[in-house]
């Protein structure tokens, strides 16, 4: 891969803001959430978006909301609903974002709601660590990073931590 | 002159006509049978009215035209680089399915044709499908072919705006099973794991369509 030195400067900085963890499985705690394992995929060849997935149970005894987020590789990052009606992929944005009840735990997964990543500044690989912030409405914005796993991972962690039954 | 009377048959014979009457029809039923079940020799060519031809760049360089791709099975599904969620997890999970395949020793190719031809360039394509099993082909071409081919398949597609600008597209994700005639057998189900999905291949490469 063959860059320009103005944009390997830039690409520097941005990894800068990567770093290459252990994959293992981490959590966060912000008040009364406990935000299990944000993680990504790694992007394709020229790829300029990503997606976010995570859970967010609410240990406490009244509702949060998932109102936004950021990433630092990234230019701009989007709560996403995303279901399939006849075959046909459905995107849509939450503008009011997504409620997590007391006792509740929220999913954002592969085959439904969503962080969706736009404008990235460098592809995601597999096994890096991109920092981003998660902004809850009561419990207010809270630094993560976000695993970045391989390209066909439909779930978090495929092949590192669990015992997978061969 | 009188006319000859119809002579009296003896009881006997009267009988016996009975019997045989009833193993003609017996004998018919049998022979019916054996010939409705009797193998009608090769199958038509397929009604479906999902498919058609088309000519349009290669990730891997040059035009590909689907003439050359009649006489083997395929598979074509439908998609674009700037997707974030669905795309690459089929694309890459397709990839490993088509490997595990040719480990079985299957051989098919799929064809990857983007529904964002302006952003989806020839060279794009080339980028983003080195990501992935070279069994993939991304396809790409005029908005005006790619529309054809869409058309063709029977595949929505459909630009939606986001929030913070800018636009996403929502697309059909079946991916298509095409037989040697360049027919439509049937959507590939990749939900479902990855030994039914072998089976599926299988059976198209088999020339099976289901019934």
């Known amino acids: 891969m063959r860059l320009r030195p103005s944009r390997l400067a830039a690409l520097a900085l941005a990894l800068a803001a990567l770093s290459a963890g252990p994959l293992s499985a981490h959590d966060y705690k912000a008040g009364p959430l406990k935000i299990d394992h944000p993680w990504s995929r790694a992007t394709p060849g020229g790829a300029k978006v990503a997606a ?56 954002l997964a592969p085959s439904g709601n969503h962080l969706m990543f736009l404008d990235l500044k460098q592809p995601f690989k597999k096994g890096e660590r991109v920092a981003g912030t998660l902004t809850f409405e009561k419990a207010g914005t809270v630094p993560v990073e976000f695993v970045v796993e391989g390209l066909a991972a439909k779930g978090p962690d495929q092949g590192h931590d669990h015992d997978h039954a061969h | 002159m009188t006319m000859p009377t119809e002579p009296e048959r003896p009881r006997a014979q009267r009988g016996g006509g009975l019997i045989l009457a009833v193993f003609a029809l017996g004998l018919a039923a049998i022979v019916g049978t054996t010939v409705a079940f009797l193998p009608r020799g090769p199958k038509p060519p397929p009604i479906s009215v999902v498919g058609g031809s088309f000519r349009l760049d290669s990730s891997k360089g040059g035009v590909l035209d689907s003439r050359t791709l009649l006489g083997k099975p395929f598979l074509v599904f439908f998609g674009f680089t700037q997707c974030p969620n669905v795309c690459p997890t089929t694309l890459a999970d397709l990839g490993n399915l088509l490997d595990a395949f040719a480990k079985e020793g299957g051989d098919l190719q799929a064809y990857y044709v983007t529904v964002d031809p302006e952003q989806d360039t020839p060279e794009v394509m080339r980028d983003y499908m080195a990501s992935f099993s070279e069994r993939i082909t991304g396809l790409t071409g005029s908005p005006e072919a790619i529309e054809r081919v869409t058309r063709a398949y029977r595949a929505e597609v459909k630009r939606v705006p986001l929030a913070g600008g800018g636009s996403t597209i929502e697309h059909s994700l079946m991916v298509y099973m ?34």
């Open chain 1, 52 to 107: 976010g997935y995570l859970s967010v149970t609410n240990t406490g005894a009244s509702p949060d909301r998932l109102t936004g987020a950021s990433i630092t590789a990234a230019g701009r990052a989007e709560l996403h609903s995303m279901s399939t009606e006849n075959g046909v992929m459905k995107m849509a944005p939450l503008p009011n974002g997504l409620e997590i009840a007391p006792g509740a735990t929220l999913t």
């Open chain 2, 178 to 211: 095409m037989d040697r005639d360049g027919g439509f057998v049937g959507p590939l189900d990749l939900g479902a794991g990855h030994p039914l999905a072998l089976k599926q291949l299988h059976r198209l490469v088999a020339g099976g369509r289901p019934s």
